[in-house]
């Protein structure tokens, strides 16, 4: 319950405040030209993941969702938000972009999960990172609830996309 009450810059965030120190690593080390971040909510992570492009002076944040984040958020030179959901993203937005990183974090239902990250997982650049979050959701013991979860999309996914390889280093 707990991420639930992470905020940043008085925005809810809905995250893991473990994932915030990760994910400015990782900018910091990909330096990506974009991050799509499937499911925005209200918008407090897209808000943070932009904040990090700012320090690097450099790329941008397209965030996804059914609804628009709050006005903050819209704000940010750094962020494009989208409201017609991951399935009506036109992938031709990142047309100009060479290094792409890509977030999901939307339903956790497996059958979304899959569908999400077999959509985007083209878009995610050579030696860039496909991060599906909320693994945890099935060691919570709410498998069943998310018809499997993002842990049985991963595996299905990786199962024929041998290109993906699970790197240890974020997530263990």
């Known amino acids: 319950q707990g991420h639930h009450k992470i905020t940043y810059r008085g925005i809810p965030a809905l995250k893991c405040p473990f994932d915030y120190v990760i994910y400015q690593m990782i900018i910091m080390e990909l330096q990506p030209d974009v991050i799509i971040e499937i499911g925005t909510n209200r918008g407090g992570s897209a808000l943070y993941l932009a904040d990090l492009m700012n320090i690097i002076n450099h790329g941008v944040v397209h965030t996804i969702d059914i609804k628009y984040p709050s006005e903050i958020v819209l704000e940010h030179p750094r962020i494009r938000a989208f409201n017609d959901a991951w399935q009506g993203y036109d992938i031709s937005?990142?047309?100009?972009?060479?290094?792409?990183?890509?977030?999901?974090?939307?339903?956790h239902i497996y059958e979304?999960?899959?569908a999400a990250i077999i959509k985007f997982a083209p878009l995610v650049s050579k030696d860039s990172y496909l991060i599906v979050e909320d693994g945890i959701i099935s060691e919570l013991g709410f498998s069943e609830e998310y018809h499997g979860g993002p842990l049985k999309a991963i595996n299905e996914f990786l199962e024929i996309h041998k290109d993906f390889i699970i790197d240890n280093q974020w997530c263990n």
């Open 93 to 107: 937005e990142i047309k100009n972009f060479s290094k792409i990183m890509v977030i999901d974090d939307a339903s």
């Open 112 to 114: 979304d999960t899959l």
